[in-house]
């Protein structure tokens, strides 16, 4: 009986939520132009328009969204792009990923995608730098490059037919990653940089993926004005050799520990996320006088967040009140020295 009751007021609601007709809906020429937009909601279009993914139109010509999110305009094509959804990859961008099976000549990965991408094995630079042909040797080496929960920072290649991305690491700045922090936010808030490898002033080097994973470690090359943003990511002596890095200092880890907390803040109020947003997160949170753990507090959160509204010149994606999502779950997993 209470399983129909619910049932039953669940398809009430369901009737609150349909689109209400356009004779009750404001003029469009009274209505804000701001790009993000709630489910039923006008969206001011030019005539002879194209619908996209999360529109409607409606009888009498009225494009309305379909989901929350923010409008996307490419000539006369009008989409909206959710703000809490899977990732979508594009060429070029550069992700983070941890293998989740190793099987025939490829890798796939997990990489927050609607499926697991895809690493070939030519798609890797081989021990030394190596050009040639993979052979059936190299097969049965694979695990030796990388095995189940793997975290690797790599770049989208090309779609398959599928539509499952593939992968490439053939470049020293991508590869295996180890001895720092995994964060996962949300991938429409991920700004798209010049340089999605970024080393802070205060001893903190970042991996900004787009598909929403974020790495954390602690800076081994001296300071982020030793090396040009193409050595950042070299790989190291330490690595090639196959030793394992030393173990992060007290200091190392509690910056990091700060630096993941201002992601997560800023994930929690829908903040776009790049270095400058994080490196005033950050600078709040000291100038408050506030250690990591106190800074997700819900008293806190908004203070520290308040300087990051302003960076970009007011680029933000959304700010849409606070998330009901608890603070603490962005922090995937902790990979110090393996």
């Given at each position: ?31 804000s132009l701001?790009?993000?937009v ?16 999360g529109t ?19 000539n ?25 099976e190793?099987?025939?000549?490829r ?56 539509g ?6 053939r470049s020293l ?17 991920m ?10 002033a205060f ?6 993926g787009?598909?929403g ?46 630096v ?16 400058a947003?994080?490196a ?17 507090l ?6 520290i ?28 997993g902790?990979?110090v020295?393996?």
């Amino acid at each position: 009986m209470d399983k129909r009751r619910r049932l039953s007021s669940s398809s009430e609601a369901g009737a609150h939520i349909s689109f209400v007709p356009s004779s009750s809906v404001p003029s469009l020429s009274h209505r804000s132009l701001e790009p993000v937009v709630t489910p039923g909601e006008p969206i001011p279009a030019e005539p002879g328009c194209l619908r996209g993914h999360g529109t409607l139109m409606l009888d009498d010509g009225t494009l309305v969204a379909t989901v929350a999110g923010v409008v996307e305009r490419v000539n006369k094509l009008v989409s909206v792009r959710p703000l809490r959804a899977r990732y979508h990859g594009e060429v070029g961008d550069v992700v983070v990923g941890r293998i989740s099976e190793v099987g025939a000549k490829r890798w796939r990965a997990d990489v927050n995608g609607r499926q697991d991408a895809l690493l070939m094995l030519s798609s890797i630079n081989l021990p030394g730098g190596e050009q040639r042909r993979r052979t059936a040797e190299d097969q049965l080496n694979m695990r030796q490059f990388y095995v189940e929960n793997d975290l690797l920072s790599a770049e989208v290649q090309a779609f398959f037919q599928d539509g499952a991305m593939s992968l490439h690491t053939r470049s020293l700045k991508y590869g295996k990653l180890s001895g720092g922090l995994l964060v996962k936010v949300a991938p429409s808030l991920m700004k798209r940089l010049k340089h999605h490898f970024h080393v802070f002033a205060f001893g903190v080097s970042t991996i900004f993926g787009m598909n929403g994973y974020v790495w954390v470690s602690p800076d081994r090359s001296g300071g982020a004005a030793a090396h040009t943003p193409d050595e950042l990511n070299d790989v190291s002596d330490e690595q090639r050799s196959g030793q394992q890095a030393a173990p992060a200092t007290r200091d190392e880890r509690e910056r990091i520990c700060r630096v993941r907390n201002a992601l997560v803040a800023l994930d929690a109020r829908r903040v776009a996320i790049s270095p400058a947003t994080v490196a005033a997160v950050y600078e709040a949170s000291l100038a408050a006088g506030l250690a990591p753990r106190l800074m997700l507090l819900p008293a806190n959160v908004a203070t520290i967040v308040e300087p990051a509204l302003g960076v970009h010149g007011g680029g933000i994606t959304a700010e849409i009140g606070d998330s009901d999502a608890p603070m603490d779950g962005g922090m995937v997993g902790m990979e110090v020295g393996r």
